[in-house]
Structures are given as structure tokens and as C-alpha cells.
């Protein structure tokens, strides 16, 4: 779904917003609410104050949930920073959450103690934020850490912090330069922004730069940029302004304000003539780009050039994926993206060349659709379909107070970028405003100019990101830059991150924590459709929205062994039309309505879902009931999808923490175990080269079948309304006569044969290591105990692998362990992305944490109090959103667990205890029965691993 693309947010919505105005009302009978009424029920309340010291305070309140979102953004980022010193806003980022003078320990571990959620610290060229959402009677808690970081850390930053968040930063670039496309962000900044302009250089900053960073040097950083008059504080959620005065005052009111800083001149460049390069990396296929600089998001034209790109290459019916992808397919992929920063921006325009195609010709033919669109203009139908498209977008993040993507981040944003919290309403105006005429007008001034025009080559890299300063993966783009984290998002982490005040706040300890309420989970309904499809539905009233999930009981399980990726390849066919809409007439329904429709799949489920604005929700339903039930299956389509899923496949072999996942899963349960498979679900080469129109047919008619399926619904409707709507679409699907198929779990699973399998892939400044085993529990058992010492040995940021690894050693951005989510047998694998160097010393350092945690060195006291009262405190701000109840009713379901499951699970953490956990952890773990995957530079990692009493066999995706 497009976006309109702000760099903090590439992975949520990017103004996500309350809708408190008029209620919407409902649509015709299959048309869409007009997008001035989806305009007009977007607003967030705010107010706002200033400390007498130069600290911003916005308010919002949302009683919803008991939760407060923190949020704490710096006006500094890497355009500050003067030469020879890239990386700093970065660098220091990550010494703000090593503890401060009151609170000298890591940052995380007060907040995990309360239940935070969503917590982490971004960079990016314009600013630094952290931010967390805590339960409402912590609130004091959250604001004495921010202050204390704010106006109390000089005397907690030492030389030996210092040097060890170097490494972790150092890692952090190592682990984004290692991956395919890794080094697109160094092209992007240095290209289109001159040597000596603010945004030539990228966030992450170079090897030599931070090598040479002082203690003095980052002091100064400080000090020069961390004062209360450089910063805007929001507080959103359960909070209303009388006691956020009272409370920020306490304790923000007696940091002094910091030297005023000076913004530097930040203008928008024009090359001077046409720029070409090209580059050699491990990707899949040929990527053809071309690149402009472009306004800031102030500018009046930011808006209309964002609309643009959407038409051009954002939408599913883009014209770029009309005329490249589907009617002429010489491309596998096509995007379009303008991302606006605070004073200039990039637009990238891009095309994956499809196998057997000439790059040249791909190329040509790329150049001519821009200057056709820039010819044409869009047309009235495309600009409404995106704005529709993104107001769904909005209004789905409506929920979240805090976050990536949430309401503190659009007011931040528009007080700290605009001077005026409430910028969105600007953009929105701008959007519904904008017509065809203006949206040409603003594309044709901008995207003729010269462009830097970058060709990606399969091929070996030349040249590594040392002394380079990023990390952007391939596929649709999205955001093409984004903010570098704290925490370490490869691993699936969100979080649970000048001195001399004279303190009036009492720091002398932690606040207590107030009383904090219970989860009140949504009371679950269910009914059944006229044909016995099961629903199962929580009502969730907040904003106008529905989310539906139909889930079948097939996944990548279902998979025939002997043509793995069938269903991947079936569910990207099912996306290119019905029998009654063809491709382009089904995306552009989609968009028409604001409704986002997909299918996806994991090892046990099949699903298909809707996002639906509530106005528009009769007709959202009809279109997923005809994309499930009446998939057209266009051969010619297959053809096209078939070159597409290809491409990924290569992607994957590219990545090196797919090939570990690849070798590792096969090894661990057997090849013929329907767990047993690549876990991506994309198969092999061989069969999805070979998969038939009829077989796709089969499959879908074998699994995808009333009788194998049950509907999840969650959002502002009754049962009552959507069974009838339902039955009108589903009810009337009949099952077929023969019976349904099954997975079979019965297959054996290999005894674990300890050995170190090492896959070489040269020139990898970073090694991924995978080590892992099946364990005799199944998804459905109760793991609360397992999971918890599962989280306190590696699970989170907390964990002792992680602190040993990354916060003590600075070896790793980040290593974790987990316990899978199927249904049927389960695995206990860690990761740990680390320095090549560091390749085989990690994997000692793991067997000697784990030996010792299953050993003499249990559970501490510290430890269970802080599992226990971080997963009993983090329950209510789990569900904040229709999304999280929607996954929590999947979830309950999928595992027979009982419909007050959540609300009960805090009495099952409160009486655990070490003892217990300890028991746990040694049934179900052990260093002796680990099988390792290695994935790394051979040349660099083997003579490392030949020294740890372990076989090591040297391996390929083909053996």
C-alpha cells in the first residue's frame, strides 16, 4: 500500500492518527466514502506547553488503553555533524542507553521491569528520538530515566562505554553493508548531495570516524546538542495536561538549557549534468535505478511529488507495474518513492530486470514510461485511489499511541520539522486538494533534471562499506532510507532505550510504580455462516476499521515435498485477479475502496486478509470473497509471477541469514518432515520452474475450502452485522465432496548429529551463526516456563547471550535466541550475526553461557523478578491494537487455548519460580545436542572453527 513516506517510519504508517472527528458514514452500496469525509475524521487534540528552559511538551490524550507513549526527540542528526566526525549522532544514540548519573545501569532494565513496550532510540540525517510506551503507573518511572539521560549522563559516560558501543555500532554497519543492496545507501547520499553538503554522508557514518571519536570529542557532542531547547517531549495516551505539567516539571524543569544550535544550510542540489555508475553485488538479477534530489517536507510541492511517484510506480496499479510488469513484462519489479526529509529529499525510481531481458532494453524502456507520465499527467481515478490508499494507511495506525508509527510521532514530527504539531493536517489538506494539473506540473519540474542513474550487476563486490557510511534491503520499496536503531531489527526487535542541573526531583532512586491496571482483553464472540464456517470476533471501536483474517489449516506444511513453493506460487497468482476482474481491474478495486487485501502463509496457516474502512466494508468483504473463493489462475500471469517468485528465490540464496535458515531447517527435522523445508515457503528452482496453471488449480481446490477454514474478525461492527455480511460472501461457499488432505507429523525426526555446517560466502564482514534443535514440546503445550528461561538466556535484549555478545563484548548489533510458534514440533534456535574475526570465539562464548545457565549459574533472583514483572506488566499495551486482538485470537484458537487465556497468564508467571525455570531450561536444552550453521568467509571463519572439537563440514544450498 503507498504511503506518503516519512525516513522515521519506514516500517509503520507514516502519520498514524486518531480519528475523533465526525463519525463516517457509510457508502453506497459498492462505492467508497469520499476522501474529504475520510479527511475530515482525522484529527488528534493536542496541547502544548514550554518549560521556562526550552523544553516542548505535547499532550494527547487517549484513554483506550492504560498506557503513556514517551517520546523524546533531539533536533540533531548526522547534518550536524562537521567532517571527520561521521557517525557521532549515531554513536551517541547508543551511549544514551547505558545509563545516566542516577540511573548507571542499561537503560532497559528499569522499563522491562514495568512492562514497557515499544522501546528503542532512532538517528537519521535530521534528528535522534527515543522512545517507549509504558503501563500508566509508570509514567514517572519513564520521564525520570529521559530527564536523568537528558540533564544528568556526562558522569556516567566512561571510556570503557565508549569503546564497547563503538564495536556494537561498528557491527550494526558490518551486518547492514553485508547484506545485498547493503552499500545503496552510500551510492544514494554521495551521489545526489555534494562532498560538503549536510546530507552527503549517511547516518551510520565511516570505520575511521568512529575508530578516531574521543571521550572528549562525544562529551562535547553532548553538550553542544542534547539541551532541553533542542528537544520536544510527547506524551500520548493515558494522560491528561494538568498532570503532565505537574509531572514534567518535577522532573525536566531543572536541566539548564543547553548553547542554541544552529541549523546548517541544507539546500536542495541539482546535478549538473546526467550521472551513471554501476556496481557489482551479490543480488539476483540486474537493478536499474534513477535517482533526483527533491524538496524538503515543508516544501508546498512535497506532497503532490509524493502523489506522483504513487501513480508512477507506488501502487499496485501503478504505471510502471502496468506497462513493465504486466503488459510488456520485461521486469520483475518496479517502484516509484519520493521520501522528503527536513530540508531536502530523494526520489528513486527503479526496475529489476526480469531473466533473459537486456538491461539496456529494460533500461529504455524505464525512461520512456517516466516521460510518458511526465507527458500525460496522472488522471483524476488515480490520485483518488491514492489518497484513499492512504488514508487507509492512516487510519490503520490510529491505535498507536507511541511506537515507529504512532501519534507521538506525527506530533513530534510536525512540532520538531514545521513548528506545528499538527503539520499532518497540512499534508492531508495539500493531498485532497491537489489535482492532475498541479501533480504534473510539480513531477514534470522535478524529474527533469539530470538523474544519477545506478545500474546494480550480479556479480562480486568491488568494493566494501568500511569507509563508507548504511543498510537498505532490496524488494518494493518502501522507505529507501532507514533510521539507524538501537536495537537490532534484523533480529525482530522493538523493544520492551552536559550535567550540572541542580536536581529538585528526588533521583536518589527509581520512582515507584503506581498501580497498574489488569489486561481487559476483548470479550470474544462466535457464530456460524449458513455453510458451518466458524467466526470468531472482538469488537474493537476505536477507529473505523475492520480487520479480517480467513485462515486455513494448510501452510508451507502442506507443501508437496516434491514440488516445494507451490503455495507461495499459488497465493502470488491468486493476487493477479479473479475470474471477473483481471490484475490491473483487482488492484485498482483495492485502492479504490482504501482496503488492503493479501494472502500470506506460515508453516501452519494459510491466510487471507483484509484491512477494510468501515464505510467501505461490504464492499472490501465481496472483493476478499472473490479473490478467495474465484482465483482466475491467467496462465499468462504465471508466467509473469513465475519469473517474479524466481527472483526472490535468488534473493534469498543471496541473504546470509536465509542460506543459514535454508541448511539449518532440513538438518534439524529431516527432509521429509513437513517442517523439514526452506521456511520461507519460496521453495526450489527446480519446482517452481516446473509448477503447471493445473497444479496451482489443484492445490488450491485440495486446501483452500470452506470445510478447512475459519474467519477471525476484530474491529467496529457487531457479530450480528458482519455474520450477515459474511453469509452474503463465504456462507454461500459449499465444500467439496472429497475429503480434506492432511500433513503428516508423524514422520520421524533424525537423531541431532553435532557438527558445525560451514556454507563460504566471500568477503562477508560479518559471519551469521545459527545453532539449534528440535525439541519434544509441541505449540499447543504449556511453555510459559520454557519461554521465560528461553528469554532470560537469550530472548531479549536483557538476555546474558546478548549482554555478553553485544553489551559486554561488542562482538555483535545483536544475537538472541528463540522458541518457534508451530503448531507440531518445536525448535530452540539462537542467532548471532558477529564479526568475522569473532566467528569462533562466539561460538565458545555460547556454549559457555549456556553450559553455565544449565549448570551452577541458574536463574538470579534479578532475573526472575525482572521476567515476571516485565511479562505480567507488558500485557495491556500488547493489545493496544485491533491487529495485536486479531493475533491474539488467532493464536488462542490455533493452540486450544481457552478464550481468557491472556487475562489468566499473569498468575501463571507470578508463581513461577527459579527452581522451576532452572527444571525447565536443563529438560529441554543442552550444549551437546546443538548442530551448528555457519555462514561466513571460509578463508577467514574455518581455521577459527577447526579448533572447537566439532566435525566441520563444508556445505552448499545443493548438498
Known amino acids: 500500500m503507498p504511503r506518503f513516506h516519512r525516513f522515521a517510519l519506514a516500517l509503520a504508517v507514516t502519520t498514524s492518527l486518531v480519528a475523533a472527528g465526525p463519525a463516517l458514514a457509510k457508502a453506497k452500496a459498492g462505492e467508497a466514502a469520499p476522501i474529504a469525509d475520510l479527511v475530515k475524521a482525522v484529527d488528534i487534540p493536542y496541547q502544548a506547553f514550554t518549560l521556562d528552559n526550552g523544553l516542548r511538551v505535547i499532550v494527547h490524550e487517549d484513554r483506550k488503553a492504560p498506557v503513556v507513549a514517551v517520546s523524546v526527540w533531539y533536533r540533531v542528526g548526522s547534518k550536524h555533524e562537521p567532517k571527520g566526525k561521521t557517525g557521532f549522532a549515531h554513536l551517541f544514540e547508543h551511549l544514551m542507553f547505558n545509563g545516566s548519573e542516577n540511573s548507571p545501569g542499561d537503560f532497559f532494565e528499569p522499563l522491562q521491569q514495568v512492562g514497557a513496550t515499544d522501546s528503542n532510540g532512532t538517528t537519521n540525517v535530521d534528528r535522534t528520538n527515543y522512545f517507549e510506551t509504558v503501563p500508566t503507573g509508570a509514567l514517572d518511572r519513564a520521564l525520570f530515566l529521559e530527564s536523568d539521560r537528558m540533564g544528568h549522563l556526562l558522569g556516567a559516560v566512561t571510556q570503557e562505554k565508549l ?9 550494526e554497519k558490518r551486518q547492514g553493508d553485508n547484506n545485498p543492496y547493503g552499500l545503496l545507501r552510500y551510492e ?32 562535547k557532542w553532548f553538550t553542544d546538542n542534547y539541551g532541553p531547547n533542542n528537544a520536544v517531549l510527547v506524551l500520548a495516551g493515558d494522560v491528561d495536561v494538568a498532570t503532565a505539567k505537574a509531572k514534567v516539571q518535577e522532573w525536566f524543569g531543572d536541566i539548564p538549557r543547553g548553547p542554541a544550535v544552529q541549523m546548517p544550510a541544507v539546500p536542495v542540489p541539482t546535478l549538473p549534468a546526467p550521472l551513471a555508475k554501476e556496481v557489482k553485488d551479490l543480488v539476483p538479477t540486474t537493478r536499474i535505478y534513477r535517482m533526483w534530489a527533491i524538496p524538503g517536507l515543508n516544501d508546498p510541492e512535497a506532497v503532490p511529488l509524493q502523489m506522483a511517484m504513487s501513480v508512477l510506480g507506488g501502487l499496485s496499479s501503478s504505471r510502471l507495474d502496468n506497462a ?8 520483475v519489479s518496479v517502484s516509484a518513492v519520493a521520501q522528503p526529509f527536513e530540508d531536502a529529499g530523494i526520489l528513486l525510481v527503479q526496475a529489476d530486470v526480469k531473466p533473459g531481458v537486456e538491461p539496456a532494453t529494460v533500461a529504455k524502456r524505464l525512461d520512456e514510461e517516466i516521460a510518458s507520465f511526465l507527458a500525460s499527467g496522472p488522471t483524476a481515478d488515480e490520485l483518488q485511489r491514492t489518497a484513499a490508499s492512504y488514508l487507509a494507511g492512516t487510519i490503520a495506525g490510529l491505535e498507536s499511541v507511541g511506537g515507529f508509527g504512532g501519534k507521538a510521532v506525527t506530533l513530534a514530527e510536525g512540532a520538531l520539522y514545521s513548528n506545528n504539531p499538527a503539520y499532518y493536517k497540512v499534508e492531508l489538506d495539500r493531498m485532497a486538494k491537489a489535482t492532475p494539473e498541479q501533480v504534473k506540473a510539480v513531477a514534470d519540474k522535478w524529474l527533469s533534471r539530470p538523474a544519477f542513474s545506478l545500474t546494480y550487476t550480479p556479480g562480486e563486490r568491488t568494493e566494501g562499506g568500511e569507509n563508507r557510511g548504511g543498510a537498505v534491503t532490496g524488494g518494493k520499496v518502501t522507505a529507501p532510507v532507514q533510521p539507524d536503531r538501537y536495537w537490532n531489527e534484523a533480529l525482530g526487535d522493538v523493544g520492551p532505550d552536559t550535567g550540572g542541573a541542580s536536581s529538585f526531583a528526588d533521583r536518589s532512586q527509581l520512582p515507584a510504580v503506581a498501580d497498574l491496571k489488569a489486561l481487559d482483553f476483548p470479550a470474544i464472540e462466535r457464530a456460524k455462516l449458513k455453510n458451518g464456517v466458524e467466526v470468531v470476533f472482538a469488537r474493537r471501536s476505536t477507529v473505523p476499521t475492520v480487520n479480517v483474517a480467513v485462515s486455513f489449516d494448510a501452510g508451507y506444511a502442506a507443501d508437496p515435498h516434491s514440488a516445494l513453493g507451490t503455495q ?10 479473479t475470474t471477473s476482474l483481471d490484475s490491473i481491474a483487482f488492484a485498482e478495486a483495492k485502492e479504490r475502496l482504501g482496503a488492503q487485501i493479501d494472502a500470506t502463509a506460515n508453516a501452519d496457516e494459510t491466510v487471507f486478509s483484509l484491512f477494510a474502512l468501515k464505510p467501505n466494508l461490504r464492499a472490501s468483504l465481496g472483493l476478499l470473497a472473490d479473490y478467495i473463493r474465484n482465483p482466475a489462475f491467467d496462465g499468462k500471469e504465471l508466467e509473469r509471477v513465475r519469473a517474479q517468485q524466481l527472483n526472490r528465490l535468488k534473493a534469498e540464496l543471496n541473504n546470509p541469514n536465509a542460506i543459514a535458515s535454508r541448511i539449518l531447517a532440513p538438518v534439524l527435522y ?20 516446473a509448477a503447471t496453471r493445473d497444479q496451482l488449480a489443484a492445490f488450491h481446490a485440495a486446501w483452500i475450502r470452506p470445510d478447512n477454514a475459519r474467519v477471525f474478525v476484530v474491529g467496529d461492527t457487531t457479530l450480528a452485522e458482519v455474520k450477515k455480511q459474511l453469509d452474503a460472501t463465504l456462507g454461500q461457499w459449499k465444500a467439496p465432496a472429497t475429503a480434506k488432505p492432511v500433513k503428516h507429523f508423524d514422520i520421524a525426526i533424525p537423531a541431532p548429529k553435532p557438527r558445525i555446517l560451514l556454507f563460504d560466502r566471500p568477503k562477508s564482514p560479518q559471519s551469521v551463526i545459527l545453532a539449534g534443535k528440535v525439541l519434544a514440546a509441541k505449540g499447543g503445550d504449556e511453555l510459559e516456563v520454557l519461554r521465560s528461561a528461553n528469554d532470560i538466556f537469550g530472548g531479549n535484549f536483557l538476555s546474558r547471550f546478548n549482554t555478553n555478545l553485544r553489551e559486554t563484548k561488542g562482538w555483535s548489533y545483536g544475537v538472541r535466541s528463540r522458541i518457534s510458534g508451530d503448531q507440531d514440533r518445536l525448535t530452540w534456535v539462537a542467532a548471532a550475526p558477529v564479526q568475522a574475526d569473532r566467528t569462533g570465539d562466539s561460538i565458545k562464548e555460547l556454549r559457555s553461557d549456556l553450559k553455565g545457565f544449565l549448570g551452577d549459574k541458574g536463574v538470579t533472583k534479578e532475573e526472575l523478578e525482572r521476567t515476571i514483572n516485565g511479562s505480567v506488566r507488558e500485557l495491556p499495551g500488547s493489545f493496544e491494537t485491533s491487529g495485536d486482538v486479531l493475533g491474539g485470537l488467532r493464536q488462542i484458537v490455533k493452540f486450544g487455548r481457552p478464550d481468557n487465556y491472556y487475562e489468566t497468564l499473569p498468575a501463571t508467571y507470578e508463581a513461577m ?25 571460509a578463508a577467514v571463519v574455518k581455521p577459527q572453527l577447526d579448533g572447537l572439537g566439532l566435525p566441520v563440514e563444508t556445505v552448499s544450498l545443493s548438498n
Do not use: C, W
Open 163 to 171: 569503546d564497547n558501543q563503538r564495536g556494537v555500532v561498528q557491527n
Open 188 to 219: 544514494i547520499f554521495e551521489n545526489l548531495f555534494p562532498t560538503g553538503h549536510p546530507y552527503h554522508h549517511s547516518t551510520i557514518g565511516s570505520m575511521g570516524d568512529l575508530n578516531s571519536a574521543s571521550l572528549a570529542d562525544v562529551k
Open 324 to 331: 513493465l510488469v504486466r503488459k510488456d513484462p520485461v521486469a
Open 568 to 577: 507461495s506460487l499459488m497465493l502470488s497468482l491468486m493476487d493477479e485477479g
Open 670 to 689: 529431516g527432509a521429509d518432515h513437513p517442517y523439514g523445508i526452506p521456511p520461507s515457503g519460496l521453495g526450489d528452482a527446480k519446482s517452481v520452474t
Open 913 to 937: 519460580t527459579a527452581a522451576e525455570i532452572d527444571a525447565a531450561a536443563r529438560k529441554a536444552l543442552s550444549t551437546d545436542d546443538l548442530v551448528y550453521v555457519v555462514v561466513g568467509d
